[in-house]
């Protein structure tokens, strides 16, 4: 699958990149038309990605599926190390791409007048860590994930840093040094996985390649130590309780956009990584783990919705509930059951609609404003008609309305995780957030839109304009669709979900017995016919 | 679309096409065009489309009651709505039902059996005659396009809570009145105490909800399946269970559910709240219809609850508690919304008492004349807040029978109706409970119930003769605006209470004919298990009934004496000391839960925003710190310990140079100096060696 003989991950994945040159060539001061050509390349990167989800079974597509990965992209990269530029999607990394792809286009379009300082730097900065994103989500090769995962650490760093609050500094140097704390301890463990690789099959054969990894027979103490090391990289992105106090600060300090992107998608890197990597590759160091993820899941759902109540600031408060909600798609992923992993993905695509959208609603008041205080606000209906229809829509959405999108990621969790009977318990304590959620989301709605309008200020804030209302209406469209047509989205889990059930009820010992013994060592993996010139990987 | 009745999918879809229409069009007229929405066209649409369901659901019925009796039970497939994964399910009993691993697929089904045919009639019945009413009611209200979508909507997710063909559908409904209701108790939502109530009324729900979905959970892990049907169907061989078991937790769990929905001990501190809303969505959501859904679940989930008899005398005791406390609370309400509030919920803890005493026919049909008359009690209580100007406390109404005749005599109708008085429609359907609780050997049941039957009677003329007698109390500017309301708000009156008088008659006792009602439903309950009654004659039953009417007479004579002969008004009540302080702040419930709920939720929610701050930021934070202050003893080592070493040494080559240096004066006679000095030492060394 190609688009203009560039294969399509590459295309969706740079594209932002020809942007950001575009960008760079125009002179400091125009703005217009830097904002043009950003959210022009932000369309054209939402449209790029739809053929993805259109050709998804087409024959040509799936003839060409390797490890039940499409459009699969694999070329020689750095060959003194072994690694390879290797790209793939499954079912999981196609929804999170498209919610990249879409939130991306959705986080520009809606900065158009948030940011009026350093206008070129702020879209070149947004349009890298797009591309950054996007890698990570189709990098199947642990080098080339982590040089992704890495990337767009700096944009997002600059982003808070350049066009945040008050506190902006504090936030952006916590959020990076608390993120890169993860990910050097993920790095050794890529590089312990690596040298047991080269251990066990010898130098020429070595790689980077996660399905080459998978295949090793990995002893149960370095299961422990790896898990944990990748544990802690992906439990501070997601984040999880004890990690989570970087979150609050950086989405408070970020402008509108960052924390959109920011809660939409990089938080969704650290629930990804638990699903694509730490589950399959250290299937019974999860299992041994799982009572304790199960804990902290649970104090991420109650604990979250709490703090989440008490909170002055609108942001904060919206930032806690990510604690709460990411607790919640935490708890299917790691109850290792087919619709709890199925519905733990469908509530990451969820999250990024409902709070992506609940963070601009915050936006487009503070915007008009310059406060974020919820004491600052109330009886804004009256005047702004839309902008509440809209904010109740996305209330209802994250508070698990059946008939919205919420419902069904939050159900099959539940029913995901009570169908193990030693897990019951944890569900029925996650249920309890149902109850804490509508609490602090309706709270907020009435102190924000009910009541009188008392304060002139807020009498005169005008209702949302046609940008304004373009922005919110692909997500309440998804919100709408995924709560009632789930089937449609589902369906592209449901292979990558048993695969990961599949590989989770393997021991140790099955695992050994699956691999090619030594003395022959995998044949090298042929590079996809659109990927060039055919390079032997050695 | 598929099926013997084709059109079903249509019926909630009507509704729901009202509200997408209405909600879009006046948010664009109103914003965009900054015009005010045709008040002509949202009404006709709205209530056309519920017209329209209406006639569609009679057409329906008609077809459902052409097939034979065992032949009633119609399901029609829309779509899937939910295909997930595998489910491993537990099974039931020992190996009653299979364990094994079942695809989680959750079908868009409706389905209309005799049970769901009566709900279908009655909320889309009694909905379309309040639709009509609202259009008088909220006329003159800037919200009026609002009022109607919201409305619209509800009737749709009411239809799909009793249409649908499995409990996630159910939910699906329960949740999406639940939402209505929140939306329509905070329309007027400038009035904090209306934002207050519908937060309220969600968030008390949602606790019943919690219960409910953990029950869910439970029965699909247990039997893997949703739909009613095929759940029948794995049971209806099994015995009820004699201990505590998994039914009697799933049926436990819905009944918490049950309990929020539809106002019960002790999830009903929403409901008098609730009555913020306008008068009409008291008439439609929380009396007729929302509210029953709780009756609903419990008798469509019959061949459970019959299954686990510690769940359903639990009903059957949360019921006529329920029934009992709610009806003294209401006794000395001052607002006669209120009062109406309290009573609906004592009216449905008698449903509830019904469905305890296994008589599910019963609470459904005192579901359905409850619906007629007290949703005409709250039209006819609308009709005096109309015409008062938005006056709603007893104290200032009185002789208001003069004024408003048409509303004065249907009222009339719903109220004799409510009291139990032959043979109006209250009187067959209540009487039936009482009987029923007797006849089942629930004589405690039965007492309390004709307790509350009694203070029913009481509170019921209390609030006739302060509002239609008595004397007239209006405040002048009141009575200026005093006037009958408006044709189109009579005419639903006057159909409910011919409604509230006939209603009962299709479901007569036997010792006056046949319970044509009972017998309608009868399909529904095949799977369920049911003592067989002991029989009594019929004269016996005539007499309990004759006994239930003459305790409704000694409510009515005292309240009579009280608040007509002494003309007594409510600002006088309040000297009557502590029991009247207790009824009126409805035993500090509210207070109480306050105090232990609510308050150490937000205090803990305190505590744990400090510890964040504090505990977890406090170590982020001081590991910063303490790597600063690393940092700073290993600038000060690298500084003066390092750079020191460094200098030191450089300081050492600069200083011996220096002495070394003074060697090298470049003088020769020094060199010279140097050289014999030189020679002379070595030499003696040689010489003296």
Partial sequence: MEILGIPILNAVTYLPLIGLVVILLVPRGRDTLIKWIANITGFLGFLVSIPLILNWDSPAVTAQMKHGMRYVIDVPWIHSIGARYMFGIDGISLLLVLLTTLLGFVAILSSWSAITVRVKEYYVYMLLLQTGMLGVFMATDFFLFYVFWEVMLVPMYFLIGVWGGERKLYAAIKFFLYTLLGSVVMLLAILALYFKYIAVYGWENRTFSYFRFLEMGLDPSFQFWAFLAFFLAFAIKVPMFPFHTWLPDAHVEAPTAGSVILAGVLLKMGTYGFVRFSMPLFPQATREFTPWLMVLCIIGVIYGALVAMMQKDMKKLVAYSSVSHLGFTMLGVFAATQIGIQGGVIQMINHGISTGALFMIVGIVYERRHTRLIAEYGGLSHHMPIYATIFLIMTLSSIGLPGLNGFIGEFMILQGTFQVPELRVWAILAASGIVLGAAYMLWLFQRVMFGKCEKEENRRMKDLNLREVCTFVPLIILAVWIGIFPSFWLRYLDAPAKAVVERMQLTGRTISAQVVTPAVPPAPTAPAAAAGPAVPAE | ?689
């Fill in chain 2, 1 to 689: 679309m598929n099926g013997p009745i084709p059109y079903l999918w249509l019926i909630p879809l009507l509704p729901l096409a009202g509200f997408a229409i209405n909600g879009l069009y006046g948010l664009i007229t109103q914003r965009v065009r900054e015009r005010k929405p045709n008040r002509y066209l949202v009404a006709t649409l709205a209530c056309g489309l519920v017209l329209a369901a209406f006639v569609l659901g009679l057409a329906a019925c008609y077809e459902l009651a052409q097939l034979p009796a065992e032949e009633r039970s119609v399901e029609q497939l829309v779509f899937h709505w939910i295909q997930g994964g595998d489910v491993a399910t537990t099974g039931y009993g020992a190996g009653a039902v299979a364990p094994g691993t079942v695809p989680f697929q959750v079908e868009w089904a409706i389905l209309l059996d005799p049970l769901s045919a009566v709900m279908l009639l009655v909320v889309t019945g009694v909905g379309l005659l309040i639709h009509v009413f609202a259009i008088g009611y909220m006329w003159a209200d800037t919200g009026f396009y609002r009022f109607f979508s919201y409305m619209n909507l509800f009737m749709f997710a009411m239809l799909v809570l009793v249409l649908g063909n499995n409990y996630l559908m159910m939910f699906l409904g329960w949740e999406g009145v639940g939402f209505c209701s929140y939306a329509l108790i905070g329309f007027y939502f400038h009035k904090q105490s209306a934002g207050d109530a519908g937060k309220k009324a969600f968030v008390v729900n949602r606790v019943g909800d919690y219960g409910f979905i953990v029950g869910v959970l439970l029965l699909f892990a247990t039997f893997g399946t949703f739909n009613y049907g095929r759940l029948a169907g794995l049971v209806k061989d099994l015995p009820a269970e004699a201990h505590f078991g998994i039914l009697s937790a799933i049926t436990l769990l819905f009944f918490i559910g049950a309990c929020g929905k539809s106002a019960q001990i002790p999830l009903y501190v929403w409901l008098p709240d609730a009555m913020e809303g306008p008068t009409p969505v008291s008439a439609l959501i929380h009396a007729a219809t929302m509210v029953t859904a709780g009756v609903y679940m419990v008798t469509r989930s019959n061949f459970l609850f019959t299954r686990a008899p510690v769940s359903l005398e639990l009903v059957g005791f949360v019921g006529v508690t329920t029934a009992l406390a709610a009806a003294l609370m209401a006794l000395f309400q001052r607002d006669i919304k209120r009062v109406l509030a309290y009573s609906t919920v004592s009216q449905l803890g008698y449903m509830f008492a019904a469905l305890g005493a296994a008589a599910f026919a019963a609470g459904i049909m005192h579901l359905m004349t409850h619906a007629f008359f007290k949703a005409l009690l709250f039209l006819g209580a609308g009709s005096i807040i109309h015409a008062l100007h938005h006056e709603q406390d007893l104290q200032h109404m009185g002789n208001l029978r003069r004024h408003m005749p048409l509303t004065f005599a249907t009222m009339l109708m719903a109220y004799l109706a409510i009291c139990g008085i032959f043979p109006f429609s209250g009187f067959f359907s209540k009487d039936e409970i009482l009987w029923r609780s007797f006849a089942s050997g629930h004589y405690v049941f039965y007492g309390i119930g004709l307790a509350a039957a009694g203070l029913t009677a009481f509170y019921m003329t209390r609030l006739m003769v302060l509002t239609f007698f008595s004397t007239e109390r209006i405040t002048p500017e009141a009575k200026h605006h005093l006037h009958e309301s408006p044709a189109v708000m009579t005419v639903p009156l006057v159909v409910l209470a011919v409604l509230s008088v006939v209603g009962g008659w299709i479901g007569l006792p036997a010792w006056l004919g046949a319970n044509t009602f009972e017998h309608w439903l009868e399909p529904v309950f095949r799977y369920a298990i049911r003592p067989e009654a002991p029989h009594f004659s019929h004269g016996f039953e005539f007499a309990m009934a004759m006994g239930s009417v003459a305790v409704a007479a000694i409510g009515i004579g005292l309240a009579y004496l009280v608040y007509q002969r002494r003309g007594v008004v409510p600002d006088q009540e309040m000297t009557w000391g502590r029991l009247w302080q207790a009824l009126y702040h409805k035993f500090y419930i509210d207070e109480l839960y306050d105090a232990l709920i609510i308050r150490p939720c937000k205090g803990l929610g305190n505590l744990l925003a400090a510890f964040d701050l504090s505990v977890i930021d406090g170590f982020v934070n001081g590991t910063a710190a303490a790597t600063r202050g690393s940092a700073t003893v290993s600038g000060w080592f690298d500084k003066y310990v390092v750079d020191g070493l460094v200098n030191l040494q450089a300081w050492i080559v600069q200083n011996v140079s220096g002495v070394l240096r003074r060697l090298q004066t470049g003088v020769a006679p020094n060199y010279a100096l140097a050289i014999v000095l030189g020679i002379v030492i070595l030499s003696c060394l040689y010489i003296f060696r």
